[in-house]
């Protein structure tokens, strides 16, 4: 089992940045790919970033494409979200995930572990 946690959401103005950060405990995270997803009110939680075991290989969804960076910290079970140039559109409930799954997955389905997310308003 992973239990997922995370931090540093908040209240940011549009153009600002934040970090969120996911910490894991229970087991290490080295044998998965970690992601984020959101989940903004009354839409589907939808895929945001991922990366992989070693921390070679990322993805993200074109809305994250040049703005939004994921990194790995597996010695510190940690994952980060750098997100910068933020728009009142990225406003949403964040969610760190684990997934045993040695592509580039961007499903709910493929993800085995889930933090309970933290928000993130960007106000206009």
């Known amino acids: 089992q992973v239990q997922l946690v995370e931090s540093g959401g908040g209240l940011v103005q549009a153009g600002g940045s934040l970090k969120l950060t996911c910490a894991a405990s229970?087991?290490?995270?080295?044998?998965?790919?970690m992601g984020w997803f959101r989940q903004a009110s009354g839409k589907e939680r939808e895929f945001v970033a991922s990366i992989s075991r070693a921390a070679g290989n990322t993805d993200y969804a074109d809305s994250a494409k040049g703005r939004f960076t994921i990194s790995r910290d597996t010695a510190k079970r940690m994952v980060f979200l750098q997100m910068n140039s933020l728009e009142p559109d990225d406003t949403a409930r964040y969610y760190c995930a684990a997934a045993n799954d040695y592509g580039f997955p961007r499903l709910r389905i493929q993800y085995d572990y889930w933090g309970q997310g933290t928000q993130v308003t960007v106000s206009s």
């Open positions: 229970g087991r290490t995270i080295s044998p998965y790919t």
